[in-house]
């Protein structure tokens, strides 16, 4: 079925929410913090506490995992001929790429080894920046040249030769998982050492017991929200916006049927279908319309020039 995004024109946020459950059991493990633990906080109603999940960081993540292909190192089917920049190790095995990276075209393996192809690229595109204000949607197109995905999920180009550090975008696609009335499941166990059970335990040795806590929730909640302004402001054209959109809709979709085994004690499924609360009333197409779209929407995007010479553009990593 053609993808509509006619319903989308006049909105400035797609806002999505979907229940979620233990795929077993009733507990799960949310994400941790340093010197915190579990982000656990007062529902601002008063209804119990709420613990954070999954982070918007780590959602990123995940929403841009789903899109790659590990063993083939490319991009799952979909999705091949979007642009990427890939690094190789000095012998030439690959390392990483744009899409994996945290900070995308800004990783330390992209602008900071020998290798300087991106990093020139940039300061020669980027030049006109370096005095008065950033130029949103002059930088918008020379990243989609690059890595279109970053578009999505924001850049944050900090270095002091590329417009003094000044070049970033927000996230236009953002995502976490709540989960309201949660309650401690508490728990614990031990490390048996069967052959020295008093050993010493900083070596590894010996009999080590731990506590655990876990989480229950009746209300585990995915939500997921798409500036549909920011993508509109790029003013890249009907084309890109609707590239866009639907590769948004593509990572929601399938980090839902996927990615959701967030860790070891936390596997989760769908409970129930996607609601959007905005615009009310719009259903989002279905996994299987989205992946027959895109390689088309990709297409019309490469064929107006919108997309750099080399779509898969390789840099080789060598400390400096």
Not at 99 to 114: D, Q, V
Not at 280 to 285: A, K
Not at 287 to 293: K, R
Request: aromatic share 6%; net charge neutral; hydrophobic share 45%.
């Amino acid at each position: 079925m053609p993808l509509d995004f006619s319903a989308l024109e006049t909105t400035p946020r797609l806002l999505v929410e979907v229940p979620l459950r233990p795929i077993q059991g009733t507990r799960f493990q949310p994400t941790g913090f340093p010197n915190l633990g579990a982000a656990v906080y007062s529902h601002p109603d008063g209804d119990g506490q709420v613990v954070l999940v999954e982070s918007a960081q780590s959602m990123a993540n995940r929403l841009e995992a789903v899109c790659w292909d590990e063993p083939a190192d490319d991009w799952v089917p979909p999705l091949k001929g979007l642009p990427v920049v890939k690094v190789l190790d000095k012998d030439g095995k690959p390392l990483t790429n744009s899409l994996l990276e945290a900070h995308r075209l800004n990783s330390p393996y992209i602008l900071e080894g020998k290798d300087t192809t991106v990093l020139d690229m940039l300061k020669e595109r980027l030049a006109s920046m370096e005095e008065g204000r950033v130029d949103l949607r002059e930088l918008a197109r020379v990243l989609l040249e690059f890595d279109a995905n970053a578009l999505l999920h924001g850049v944050f180009l900090a270095k002091k030769d590329l417009a003094g550090g000044r070049l970033r975008l927000p996230r236009a696609l953002s995502a976490f998982i709540e989960a309201g009335d949660a309650k401690v499941a508490a728990s614990g166990g031990v490390k048996n050492d069967a052959v020295n059970p008093s050993g010493d335990a900083n070596r590894g040795f010996g009999n080590v017991p731990f506590a655990r806590d876990e989480y229950t929730s009746p209300a585990i909640t995915a939500f997921f929200n798409l500036d549909l302004r920011q993508i509109r402001a790029f003013g890249l054209g009907r084309e890109v916006g609707d590239l866009l959109i639907a590769l948004a809709l593509f990572k929601v979709r399938r980090f839902l049927a996927e990615g959701l085994r967030l860790r070891t004690a936390c596997d989760l499924e769908p409970a129930g279908e996607p609601k959007v609360s905005r615009p009310q009333g719009y259903v989002l197409p279905s996994l299987n319309d989205l992946e027959a779209a895109l390689p088309g929407l990709i297409e019309a995007v490469g064929a107006k020039g919108l997309f750099g010479a080399d779509r898969v553009l390789t840099v080789t990593y060598r400390k400096k």
